[in-house]
């Protein structure tokens, strides 16, 4: 792909380092959010100034990740470090996720723009009064599910009945965990839950203090590092039609300053069709702001590999079917108390003018 970057990039490579400085600042006192700085997004349209070619300049903005930088994320590095931002006439701002970084909510309060994580977390947010919509699709279907031990004797959803299971704290695989159990008939007062702190999953399965962890593709290629020989039960194979991550936004944003959002959303589009021709070129784009977390994985192309196993075309589209059996899957299961018209969860206007 070649890595000469423009100096513009360069600068933005720094702000996504400082962004992590901004993170932590913002969520120092039990994940909660200060009331300082901002993200800059929101800002005004008009004005051009853009480079040669490149659209008129729309503003700023910031996207959070739904969690630690990884080769899942890849998409919206993609869309920064290959010029695609720049020629939407965008400046994206990426801000790491992780645990006691809130995202959701960060997007609400205004202090981040874009929420790059979980669609179902999108519906349990609003029923929370969180004034969020989302706007394009990372994958289809979810990656998520449970990783297990060889020796667990776990190969269906039966199986899991007298089992422990390891859970992060705020984490998609969580949030769909009580759904999965209840489309699959397994009692959820018959599995023995243990919620840790991130990534301890992959530790407490590999020591042998549970027989199964929640997680996608990072967890379970890590995992199969050490223990090659473990399963995985998918949830989107065992009767969870549900939707994957993607972008979300505020309802406001999408309402004052549609063009911001667009320009978002292209931007990110085109980071994803990059992510899935181009894997190995996608990884470096996040190493070149997260070298250490790219190197801590044996293995960063295959993870994004098998994310990209459900990111289907035309890229960015929430089918509204996915919306419906989502809604209804988290209603069921009891993660959504009053659920809304799956309408009022999403939008597709900004990918549809793709």
Request: aromatic share 6%; charged share 20%.
């Amino acid at each position: 792909m070649g890595r000469g970057v423009s100096t513009r990039r360069r600068s933005r490579r720094s702000t996504v380092a400082l962004a992590l400085a901004a993170a932590t600042a913002l969520t120092g006192c039990g994940g909660e959010a200060a009331d300082s700085g901002g993200s800059g997004g929101g800002g005004g349209g008009g004005g051009g100034g853009g480079a040669s070619g490149a659209a008129a300049d729309v503003g700023e903005a910031t996207v959070v990740l739904g969690f630690t930088a990884s080769p899942n994320f890849a998409s919206i590095f993609s869309a920064v470090e290959q010029g695609y931002c720049e020629e939407e006439g965008v400046e994206v701002t990426i801000m790491p996720g992780g645990p006691g970084v809130e995202g959701e909510q960060l997007v609400a309060n205004g202090q981040a723009d874009f929420v790059l994580g979980g669609l179902p977390d999108t519906a349990v947010a609003v029923q929370e009064g969180l004034p969020l919509v989302a706007v394009a699709a990372r994958d289809t279907l979810t990656e998520f599910g449970l990783v297990t031990s060889p020796d667990s004797g776990i190969e269906e959803p039966a199986d899991l009945e007298g089992k422990s299971v390891a859970l992060s704290q705020f984490a998609t695989p969580t949030t769909l965990f009580g759904p999965f159990l209840s489309v699959n008939d397994v009692p959820a007062d018959s599995v023995q839950v243990q919620t840790v702190a991130g990534p301890a999953v992959t530790s407490a399965l590999l020591s042998g203090q549970v027989d199964a962890a929640g997680g996608g593709a990072s967890t379970l290629l890590g995992v199969r590092d050490e223990m090659p020989d473990a399963g995985f039960l998918a949830y989107s194979d065992l009767g969870l039609d549900v939707l994957g991550a993607g972008l979300v936004t505020r309802q406001d944003l999408v309402e004052e300053d549609p063009d911001l959002v667009d320009a978002v959303v292209d931007c990110f589009v085109r980071g994803l069709e990059f992510t899935v021709e181009n894997p190995e070129d996608a990884v470096e784009d996040v190493r070149a702001s997260y070298p250490a977390e790219i190197g801590a994985f044996s293995d960063p192309v295959a993870i994004l590999e098998f994310v990209n196993q459900n990111v289907e075309a035309p890229y960015g589209v929430m089918p509204p079917e996915l919306w419906e059996s989502s809604v209804q899957v988290m209603a069921d299961a009891g993660a959504l108390d009053d659920p809304s018209d799956p309408e009022q969860y999403y939008t597709n206007e900004f990918v549809e003018n793709e």
